[in-house]
């Protein structure tokens, strides 16, 4: 049985391994995902799809744990998605710019699967990063 933290490293490294259909096998039936820089709250199959995107927008997208916080049935982890848009993103042409986005998961464990992730992201800084969104003022 999956703990919440093995089951952190699973859901990033399936993601890297450009799988994160794979995941659904760590996932309860009725899990649900959410994607607070973006506003999605998605099924398992609606988040498989939306990582299949995100792949696809930086086919060579890839996440690394920083740091991580776990008790119970819980973990928070700090992740570092770094790639390089060369695919469309939400419909927007692809900008061919590397962008390195900080991010938060909270992901909550129940029996050795998986019944919910919060994924904070941050989008803002993605789009001031691809140059589809100006920089603030320093």
Known sequence: MATASELLDLWVDT??????????????PNGVAEEVGTGRRMNV???TTNAQAWKGAFPDARGVIENRIA????????????????????????????????????????DGKTVHVC????????????????????
């Open 15 to 28: 993601f890297n391994a450009g799988k994160p259909e794979a995941f659904q096998a760590h996932v309860v």
């Open 45 to 47: 199959q609606e988040a």
């Open 71 to 110: 008790a119970g049935n819980q973990v928070v982890g700090e992740i570092i998605w770094r790639g390089t848009n060369t695919g469309s993103l939400n419909g927007m042409p692809p900008t061919g710019k590397v962008a390195e986005i900080r991010a938060a998961v909270v992901l909550t464990e129940q």
């Open 119 to 138: 994924h904070y992201l941050d989008v803002a800084g993605l789009l001031t990063q691809l140059g589809v969104m100006p920089r603030p003022p320093s």
